[in-house]
């Protein structure tokens, strides 16, 4: 069987509004559209593969047969960039293919809470955009970062693993450091970072103790750092840093928290009842009464203290949901299924 080339199997996927392709031995390629998955084609043979998979990895094809998997971002034909993932399984090559934005969206069309139109004019601090994977965060930090670029001279510099949007310098210049082509580690990244001048840092994903150590100094120095961590609620966040360190240090890192954080923007992507899909989103701006919450290390609380910080723009997840409903943006099934409290959200559809 003659095998679809890859461009054309990327060009058709963006056609279809696909978000991911998955490439597996004895499927048929997949297209996941609107959250779905969708055929495409005919199953595949694990030769036929690795033949993708060589294409897409290139040289690095070692890498995958040395460690297992490979991350890498690619721009094909059209100027469709991807980000791969490319992984053995089951004595076969698979690979996972996110298809990116051709541009970086504003920030006004992207349906967010109000007050996250201010964030990209902080000067420090941190800001922390937070889901599961497909949430949608990559896609909000960039337009984050592209607006500073219009809006503010200064120097940006991006740790990602592996680089999906790719800037076009406007009034700021910017550094995109690539996470095993640019730079060993983020750990070994962040540690010249702030030898290199930046006014503004994206670190793609606070994963361990090292990263998270150095993305709170940052901020204290004065720099403004925008980071994602795989968390669905802001007091979920913070417990994630601070559960990072040995207890003898807890304390330390809440209180450099306290005073480092500015705001919590968590996404999850539901399902509109026209088709597509749309970002509820939880926003935590980070209040004096919330500063006073995460130094006490009493985040539990958080989620009552956001419910009655809606004046500064914060709002819960669920109140997100209700909202999207009451627009009939999404239906009373979704609105249940996505919650985080559903006997909350279903008192209140009505």
């Not at 094909?76 to 969206?105: E, H, T």
């Not at 001279?153 to 990602?160: K, W």
């Not at 809440?254 to 989103?281: F, H, I, N």
């Amino acid at each position: 069987m003659a095998l679809t080339p890859l461009n054309k199997i990327v060009a058709d996927a963006r056609m279809a509004n696909a978000s991911d392709i998955h490439i597996v031995k004895g499927l048929p390629i997949r297209f996941r559209i609107d959250g779905e998955l969708q055929n495409y084609g005919l199953p595949l043979a694990a030769e036929d593969c690795e033949y993708y998979a060589r294409e897409m990895a290139g040289p690095q094809y070692k890498s995958i047969e040395k460690i297992g998997e490979l991350d890498l971002a690619i721009t094909f034909p059209g100027s469709i960039r991807c980000r791969i993932n490319l992984f053995r399984q089951q004595l076969a090559v698979s690979a996972a293919i996110r298809l990116l934005s051709d541009k970086i969206p504003e920030l006004t069309s992207l349906g967010l809470p109000p007050m996250v139109q201010s964030l990209p004019e902080l000067n420090r601090g941190i800001v922390l955009v937070t889901g599961e994977t497909g949430s949608g965060k990559s896609t909000t930090l960039a337009a984050m970062l592209d607006r500073i670029n219009h809006t503010f001279d200064g120097h940006i510099i991006t740790l990602e693993d592996p680089i999906e949007y790719v800037y076009k310098p406007d009034r700021c210049v910017i550094n995109q450091r690539e996470i095993g082509t640019d730079t060993e580690s983020y750990a070994s990244g962040l540690r010249a970072i702030l030898r290199e001048d930046p006014d503004v840092i994206l670190i793609g994903e606070m994963r361990d103790l090292n990263t998270i150590e150095t993305a709170l100094t940052a901020a204290e120095t004065g720099h403004l750092v925008f980071a994602t961590l795989h968390t669905n609620s802001a007091a979920e966040s913070i417990d994630r840093m601070v559960d990072v360190f040995p207890e003898g240090r807890q304390r330390q890192i809440r209180l450099m928290l306290s005073t480092t954080l500015m705001a919590v923007l968590s996404q999850q992507l539901l399902p509109r009842k026209t088709g597509g899909r749309v970002a509820a989103c939880e926003l935590m701006m980070v209040t004096p009464a919330i500063r006073n919450l995460i130094r006490e290390g009493k985040t539990p609380q958080i989620a009552s203290a956001l419910s009655t910080s809606a004046s500064e723009g914060s709002i819960t997840m669920d109140n997100a949901i209700i909202s999207l409903y009451k627009q009939r943006i999404i239906s009373a099934d979704v609105a249940r299924e996505a919650a985080h409290d559903p006997d909350f959200v279903g008192k209140n559809l009505h």
